[in-house]
Nanobody, 125 residues
Framework: QVQLVESGGGLVQAGGSLRLSCAAS????????IGWFRQAPGKEREGVSC???????FYPDSVKGRFTISRDNAKNTVYLQMNSLKPEDTAVYYC???????????????????WGQGTQVTVSS
């Protein structure tokens, strides 16, 4: 099981930006597909981005053009750059790894093996 720690959340005004980080301990993240998910109170967990072991990425329409996922192999860290934030982006954001389907990724939560503890993102209007 991969140990993941998310950081970078906080409170921002609508239109602002945040960069979330997902750091791995004792494992190399480039061997996995990595996904970012979010969950707001009363709502189901929603995938917002993923990146495969070979660099393929995916974004749902809700964040396309605003969010960017990237990986820094030297730092063993995956990032989620979030721009033009909206109040509906408010949620706890989670990083997760998929050790089975690695060359292509999806934002289906059930396909992921390990999860971090989450970091809160709050966007004020």
């Amino acid at each position: 099981q991969v140990q993941l720690v998310e950081s970078g959340g906080g409170l921002v005004q609508a239109g602002g930006s945040l960069r979330l980080s997902c750091a791995a301990s004792e494992f190399t993240l480039d061997a996995y597909a990595i996904g970012w998910f979010r969950q707001a109170p009363g709502k189901e967990r929603e995938g917002v981005s993923c990146i495969s072991s070979v660099g393929n990425t995916f974004y749902p329409d809700s964040v396309k053009g605003r969010f960017t996922i990237s990986r820094d192999n030297a730092k063993n860290t995956v990032y989620l750059q979030m721009n033009s934030l909206k109040p509906e982006d408010t949620a706890v954001y989670y990083c997760a790894t998929d050790s089975v389907n690695t060359r292509y990724c999806s934002v289906v939560a059930s396909t992921y093996d390990s999860w971090g503890q989450g970091t809160q993102v709050t966007v004020s209007s």
